[in-house]
């Protein structure tokens, strides 16, 4: 990373957990644990009862409202100032939709899955960012049209934004370094991007508290919470000719 002009990130769910935000199947408790994913989670779902799946949302962009950024993305945002203000990438890619990585001040943010604080329009296409309180209605509708509006996020049975793959496939494919953190490097095409680095000669690293798929194929496999891990590795570079 010293020597790096390219770094490409990847983070996944790990990374939100260290901030308190729980995972898709941990968020469903209570009057939410007679459910299965997959009535609240494809757009046949929505389509047959838009008023639950938007509440089930709208129930999650609370949680992680109520949540705040830890040292991983804190460091994050510090590296990429660093790397950026050093005339070097920084590539910034997650699979959350918590916005975390944004509120800690990185920009831009490759969002593979969408977010949860971006709502779409289903009449009119037109997406607004919803930031505010709990909607009082569901569906919630669009202002413009009164169509109903849906969560930008990704669901099964969905194909992830052609322009966020694109530049995370780039990336990848153009740095020399690449961390993969606090992602279960299970669910294609996101795995694939650490091997697709690999194969064009990046140095590989995985930050992550388990075991994952990947983890014999990188160059380092660093185990333990993000959130400790890189705040250290970033103190490490502070002797680098970039200005840490
Ligand atoms: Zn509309």
Same mark, same amino acid.
């Given at each position: *990373? /010293? ?15 260290? $901030? %308190?935000?729980?995972? !898709? ?8 644990? /007679?459910?299965?994913?997959? @009535?609240? =989670?494809?757009?046949?779902? !929505? ?7 938007? /509440? ?5 962009? *609370? ?10 993305? &804190?460091?994050?945002?510090? *590296? +990429?100032?660093?790397?950026? $203000? $050093?005339?070097?990438?920084?590539? #910034?890619?997650? @699979?959350?939709?918590?916005? #975390? ?9 490759? &969002?593979?899955?969408?977010? #949860?604080? *971006? ?10 960012? +919803?930031?505010?309180? =709990? ?10 049209? %009164?169509?109903?509006? /849906? ?14 793959? %694109?530049?995370? @496939? ?35 690293? &995985? ?25 250290? #590795? ?5 002797? $680098?000719?970039?200005?840490?």
């Amino acid at each position: *990373m /010293r020597d790096a002009h390219h770094v490409t990130v990847m983070t996944g769910a790990g990374v939100s957990a260290e $901030s %308190g935000i729980p995972t !898709f199947r941990d968020a469903m408790e209570g009057l939410w644990a /007679r459910f299965d994913p997959m @009535q609240l =989670a494809t757009p046949e779902a !929505f389509a047959a009862n838009p008023e639950l799946v938007t /509440r089930w949302y709208d129930h999650r962009r *609370m949680m992680c409202a109520a949540c705040d950024p830890n040292p991983a993305h &804190e460091t994050l945002t510090h *590296m +990429q100032r660093v790397f950026t $203000s $050093s005339g070097c990438r920084f590539t #910034l890619i997650t @699979q959350n939709v918590d916005r #975390l990585h944004q509120r800690a001040g990185s920009d831009p943010v490759i &969002e593979l899955h969408g977010s #949860l604080f *971006m709502w779409r329009c289903t009449g009119c296409g037109r997406s607004t960012e +919803q930031t505010g309180v =709990a909607f009082e209605t569901y569906p919630p509708t669009c202002e413009a049209c %009164g169509g109903c509006l /849906r969560p930008g996020v990704v669901w099964f049975h969905e194909m992830l934004p052609e322009e966020a793959i %694109g530049a995370a @496939q780039q990336a990848a494919g153009a740095c020399d370094v690449f961390l993969s953190i606090g992602t279960s490097s299970m669910v294609y095409p996101a795995a694939g991007l650490v091997g697709a680095a690999h194969t064009r000669g990046a140095r590989t690293a &995985e930050i992550n508290r388990d075991e994952t798929p990947i983890s014999g194929s990188v160059d380092w496999h660093l185990r333990g919470a993000a959130g400790r891990i890189l705040p250290a #590795l970033a103190e490490s570079l502070s002797d $680098s000719p970039k200005d840490f």
